[in-house]
């Protein structure tokens, strides 16, 4: 079985500290630069652009992939591996690729940008696109406060340039920023090419957030303007990546630009929930704004990751499959309630009508489920009375393993692997380790479960953010196993 972690080489060290000694000596030059009353503003920006360039040029050596050649379905790795290039998609569409997308429409009074892209890459795409035009910036149109969307935008904001976000985007951010070590640490077991928390370079010009809106557009509705004859309108339409969601539409052309609206590809299930860890999203409210872009009929969708979709069949259908697929989850999740199953149950038994199929590689429909029921009902059950105690049933596993016994609980481990049980198979390791953290049988045993696990996720529905904790899961138990003493 070739698995992610034989594909991608986890590197603990991220970027590394000899590194980060030089990123501090280039961000003190920066530093001294930004106090120099004879520094002007361009100087100090070109200064802070060359020193972002080393640290991602530096960043993208330090990453192993083990292949060559671009992301095609929106995987962290995939998106990575996207070279920075230019890519016209009309006369005066442009977008430089990366992480995430920088999009840049061009007009006789000055340019619209759509999205920054991350910060580490912003140097080269800005580069990149003032080659196709350096005419003033006079809008940044922000799809929602995610890091790899805005991290570019104090580099391309202008004296007089106007920022227009959803009314949302200041919450998020606030929250965002606030939770970002807590977040960093869910991240990094994701993606561990991420350098530690410890180690990364923390220097203001790579800190998230700090982006002021100067229009806000609310839930579900326009703000229009007019640029060198070009008509434009951000519309606010929550529920996608986040409460913050808003896209721009060019009605003369039938332009969509997207953000992370549909998620990397199109189209797909959508990620109701995130496995990293952030505010619940709204399913209904999604339903609600997905009639709305439907409604404008575009035949182009530009994403802020990945390629553009073209044709308005195509576009059409695959929005109105989106939209009855998250219909359907959320209307069988509610019929499954008032019937009095448990969320479990519903987990298992909700499954997509063939007419509805959508990938699952980014959004997945059992923790849509679940996402759904919380959202609802929030976290009490009504299953068990210990709900509603701080005293988790991990609590009590070193005494239960003592009271089993080790035999006794190996064998009902290794049957429930026999009967391709993996998950039961890791709730009895689970209370086997608490008593007997180094008991190289039933690591073992985690690891056969893993391991089948992962070979299911691959064969299945490939969906890449259980794809990585499995690996990250797998990663920590053959440490364990290697350790002479329990870690």
Do not use: C
């Not at 998609?89 to 429409?105: P, S």
């Not at 229009?224 to 009605?251: H, K, R």
């Not at 709305?292 to 059409?316: D, F, K, Q």
């Not at 953290?437 to 696990?453: F, I, S």
């Amino acid at each position: 079985m070739k698995t992610p972690s034989k594909e991608l080489k986890r590197q603990g060290g991220g970027i590394g500290r000899p590194l980060l000694a030089v990123l501090v000596v280039i961000a003190l030059v920066v530093l001294w630069l930004a106090m120099d009353d004879d520094a002007g503003e361009g100087l100090k920006k070109q200064a802070e652009l060359k020193t972002l360039e080393v640290i991602g040029d530096a960043a993208t050596k330090r990453l192993d992939f083990g292949d060559d050649g671009e992301g095609t379905h929106g995987s962290a790795v995939d998106l990575i591996k996207r070279p920075i290039e230019v890519r016209q998609v009309a006369d005066n569409v442009h977008y430089a690729t990366g992480v995430g997308n920088t999009i840049m429409i061009t007009t006789g009074e000055g340019n619209v940008i759509f999205d920054t892209g991350l910060v580490l890459q912003v140097a080269k795409q800005l580069k990149a696109l003032k080659e196709v035009s350096d005419a003033p910036v006079r809008y940044i149109v922000l799809s929602h406060s995610h890091a790899d969307h805005i991290g570019g935008t104090r580099y391309w904001q202008e004296d007089g340039t106007e920022i227009i976000a959803h009314g949302d985007f200041l919450e998020e951010q606030r929250y965002l920023s606030e939770l970002e070590p807590y977040q960093y640490r869910r991240n990094r077991t994701l993606f561990p090419w991420m350098p530690a928390w410890e180690d990364r370079p923390d220097i203001a010009m790579m800190r998230y957030g700090g982006i002021e809106p100067t229009i806000a557009v609310p839930d579900w509705e326009t703000f229009s303007f007019t640029l060198g004859g070009v008509e434009f309108q951000v519309i606010g339409t929550p529920g996608a990546e986040g409460a913050d969601n808003a896209v721009l539409w060019m009605p003369e052309q039938k332009i969509l630009f997207s953000g992370d609206f549909f998620g990397p590809q199109f189209p797909q299930f959508p990620n109701v929930f995130t496995m990293r860890g952030e505010k619940i999203r709204k399913p209904m409210e999604y339903v609600k704004s997905l009639d709305l872009l439907i409604a404008l009929e575009p035949e182009i969708v530009v994403p802020s990751h990945l390629n553009p979709t073209v044709g308005a069949e195509e576009i059409r259908a695959g929005m109105t499959r989106i939209r009855d697929a998250v219909q359907y989850v959320h209307d069988e999740t509610v019929a499954g309630m008032n019937a009095g199953k448990s969320v479990y149950q519903l987990m298992q038994e909700i499954k997509l009508p063939p007419h509805l199929d959508l990938v699952q590689n980014h959004g997945k429909v059992d923790w849509a489920v679940r996402s759904i029921w919380d959202y609802y009902a929030s976290w009490f059950h009504f299953d068990s009375t210990t709900e509603l105690y701080p005293v988790p049933a991990r609590d009590v596993y070193a005494d239960l393993a003592q009271a089993a016994g080790s035999e006794a609980l190996l064998s009902m481990a290794t049957n429930y692997l026999t009967q391709g049980e993996p998950v039961k198979t890791l709730h009895i390791v689970e209370v086997e380790l608490a008593g007997n953290p180094g008991n190289k049988a039933a690591l073992g045993l985690r690891k056969q479960a893993l391991e089948t696990l992962m070979q299911r996720a691959e064969e299945g529905e490939r969906n890449d953010y259980e794809i990585y904790w499995l690996q990250a899961r797998l990663g920590d138990t053959e440490s364990r196993l290697a350790a002479d003493t329990p870690l």
